[in-house]
């Protein structure tokens, strides 16, 4: 019995998964649960199990093809035996079928998140010319159109001159080539194209950084972005953290600083719903749920675990959160589920650390949290009723939030009652 197996669902909102590497051939012997297929996703890279066990028949996808979810992927013959088997003479891909449609239509396959693109800038999706696989439009083509970087025209137009493509988007594999500057709007100020020198080094996008480019400028695009600042005293957080953090440790908890600011953003969150939100069509959602997103640097780029139910944990919990999914991101074990859900980002500096920087929200979320280095400073202090001069650890922090749907009264009284948890230092650890 042939049984299909189909490009699985890795995470909320994912909409396609790109083949990076299939482990098996046609004609090969697989138990169920054995790897079957790497597939890489804007979230992770996640190796898939087999679903049955038997013999190998048809790959329907070649590697670094990008597949919608629930298409036919392979087909496995679970009444198959290894020796009846035949193997290909060579590991060739079957061309996956078209998938049937009740009725033909002209619009390319696009996703939804082109759609949204189109809807948002009033553009006709079949008048954008795709440069993906099989006519696809993809997100860089929206967004070009979008910015007038591509004149848009009809398939049945009439013939003309070509034009340059837009630059290949993330579903595609990538060749290196010389970078060129990216077309400019008819009329705007145009730069000129790149003319390597020598001791220059071109480094092209891998995957991840193509991800996270993409992400950054549909995040500008969408949300018009607004800063805020606050100074906050750490001085009771330090204190507190001090008298705690040794016992934490000989239980394996790392007490940081980010664990307190989770913590007191998690509070205000719950304070300040319109934070904790994200933008539909024509309306926006205050999410119950509070998951706070926290960026994490690695070696192939930053990733931004989940840590869930925020609001529910202690200082503690937030710590030992924190530090696992921080650790699986580093050692690469971190799985699709880990990066889904987020509803507020918190960015922190690390331990090379700056005096503030205001930080692009990650969408969908509608604000992030940037948090400065923590550095002794002098301060007032009101002692006995009489101003005196301290020297405090002070840190300062940026917070950028989504203007269609957060007003600034909104965004200041969020970020002045994280400043006055801090402040107050009254947390349970």
Do not use: C
């Not at 070509?162 to 709007?185: G, I, L």
């Amino acid at each position: 019995m042939a049984v299909p197996v189909v490009m699985p669902q890795l995470g909320e909102s994912v909409v396609e998964g790109t083949i990076t590497r299939w482990h098996v051939k046609p004609g090969d012997t697989i138990a169920k649960d054995q790897i079957l297929v790497t597939v890489s996703t804007d979230k992770a890279d996640t190796d898939v199990p087999s679903p049955v066990g038997g013999v190998v028949t048809k790959l329907l996808a070649a590697e670094q093809a990008v597949v919608p979810v629930n298409v036919p992927i392979a087909e496995i013959d679970t009444a198959a035996s290894a020796s009846a088997a035949k193997p290909a003479a060579a590991p060739a891909v079957t061309p996956a079928a078209p998938a049937p449609a009740a009725a033909p239509s002209r619009e390319p396959p696009t996703t939804p998140v082109v759609r949204k693109i189109a809807r948002e800038n009033d553009l006709d999706v079949s008048a954008i010319k795709g440069s993906g696989e099989n006519g696809r439009v993809t997100r860089d083509d929206a967004l070009a159109a979008a910015a007038g970087k591509v004149v848009a025209t009809p398939a049945a137009a009439p013939s003309r001159p070509a034009t340059p493509p837009p630059p290949p988007s993330v579903e595609q594999p990538r060749q290196s080539a010389p970078a060129q500057a990216p077309a400019a709007p008819r009329g705007g100020f145009s730069v000129k194209p790149y003319v390597q020198a020598p001791g220059d080094e071109i480094v092209p996008f891998n995957r991840r950084r193509r991800i996270i480019a993409d992400h950054m400028v549909y995040s500008k695009h969408v949300s018009p972005h607004v800063y805020t600042f606050a100074e906050i005293d750490m001085h009771k957080v330090s204190r507190l953290r001090e008298a705690r953090k040794d016992a934490l440790k000989a239980e394996g908890v790392s007490l940081t600083f980010l664990s307190f600011i989770a913590a007191a953003t998690a509070k205000a969150l719950r304070e300040n719903p319109v934070l904790n939100a994200r933008v539909l069509d024509d309306s926006y959602v205050k999410i119950k749920q509070i998951n706070l997103g926290v960026a994490v640097e690695t070696p192939g780029g930053l990733l931004v675990p989940v840590v869930r139910d925020a609001d529910e944990l202690t200082v503690k919990g937030l710590a030992k959160g924190i530090d696992t999914v921080a650790r699986k991101a580093r050692d690469g074990k971190i799985e699709a589920d880990d990066l889904a859900g987020s509803t507020f980002t918190i960015s922190n500096p690390g331990t090379k650390g700056n005096f503030v920087g205001a930080a692009v929200i990650s969408q969908p979320n509608v604000a992030i949290l940037r948090t400065g280095e923590i550095v002794k400073r002098p301060v007032v202090v009101e002692v006995d009723g009489v101003d005196t001069i301290a020297i405090h650890p002070v840190m300062f922090v940026a917070l950028s939030y989504d203007h269609r749907i957060v007003d600034g009264v909104a965004a200041n009284n969020f970020l002045y009652r994280i400043t006055e948890i801090l402040e107050a230092g009254q947390f349970e650890v």
